[in-house]
T-cell receptor, first 114, second 111 residues
Framework: AQSVTQLGSHVSVSEGALVLLRCNYSSSVPPYLFWYVQYPNQGLQLLLKYTSAATLVKGINGFEAEFKKSETSFHLTKPSAHMSDAAEYFCAVGNAGNNRKLIWGLGTSLAVNP | DGGITQSPKYLFRKEGQNVTLSCEQNLNHDAMYWYRQDPGQGLRLIYYSQIVNDFQKGDIAEGYSVSREKKESFPLTVTSAQKNPTAFYLC??????????FGQGTRLTVV
């Protein structure tokens, strides 16, 4: 069975500050891990994904995430927040098997203050 | 232009009425999904289909129905049995690329 926990349903940072959104997962098989972003009244857009290649994954809009197997974590970071980063962020876990369902975290709402 | 098209963007339903949300894709993906999104509850899976003419219930299928007669199309019907249908509905596809691709969503409101 797989599960995802996003720590903190709301995160607030100042513009220019470090963004850190936390995601921990549970998986009995090697996981694929994803971060998605959602702007109000829109669908989800893939930010980045981990599929067992490099453990440090770079995505769009300056975001990156590091897969840490020992900590079962896949935290999302960005060195300097921009106002346009304000959105909802979702972490998800899946695998390469026939079960193509993704398991989703509950999301973290990021606010960026001027 | 490749992608997933959900229509309508906004939909209003009267009490006791069935409504159908459309999801069309031209990505040639086998798997398609319907999610319901409510504030603070993340994405909850309603139904999914991995191949034409086959679909499975997700975690919250009660009050919903689907069909998959064509690879490109996976419509969702919200029936009168769904007592609290007001939500944002998202359609997604997934193929061997592993990640999911999403439509822009349909916001359903009961009036």
């Amino acid at each position: 069975a797989q599960s995802v926990t996003q720590l903190g349903s709301h995160v607030s940072v100042s513009e220019g500050a470090l963004v850190l959104l936390r995601c921990n997962y549970s998986s009995s098989v090697p996981p694929y891990l994803f971060w998605y972003v959602q702007y109000p009244n829109q669908g989800l857009q893939l930010l980045l994904k981990y599929t067992s290649a490099a453990t440090l994954v770079k995505g769009i809009n300056g975001f990156e995430a590091e897969f840490k197997k020992s900590e079962t974590s896949f935290h999302l970071t960005k060195p300097s927040a921009h106002m346009s980063d304000a959105a909802e962020y979702f972490c998800a876990v899946g695998n390469a098997g026939n079960n193509r369902k993704l398991i989703w975290g509950l999301g973290t709402s990021l606010a960026v203050n001027p | 232009d490749g992608g997933i098209t959900q229509s309508p963007k906004y939909l209003f339903r009267k009490e006791g009425q069935n409504v159908t949300l459309s999801c069309e894709q031209n990505l040639n993906h086998d798997a398609m999904y319907w999610y319901r999104q409510d504030p603070g509850q993340g994405l909850r899976l309603i139904y999914y289909s991995q191949i034409v003419n086959d679909f499975q219930k997700g975690d919250i299928a009660e009050g919903y129905s689907v069909s998959r007669e064509k690879k490109e199309s996976f419509p969702l019907t919200v029936t009168s049995a769904q007592k609290n249908p007001t939500a944002f509905y998202l359609c997604a596809t997934r193929d061997r690329a592993v990640e999911a691709f999403f439509g822009q969503g349909t916001r359903l409101t009961v009036v």
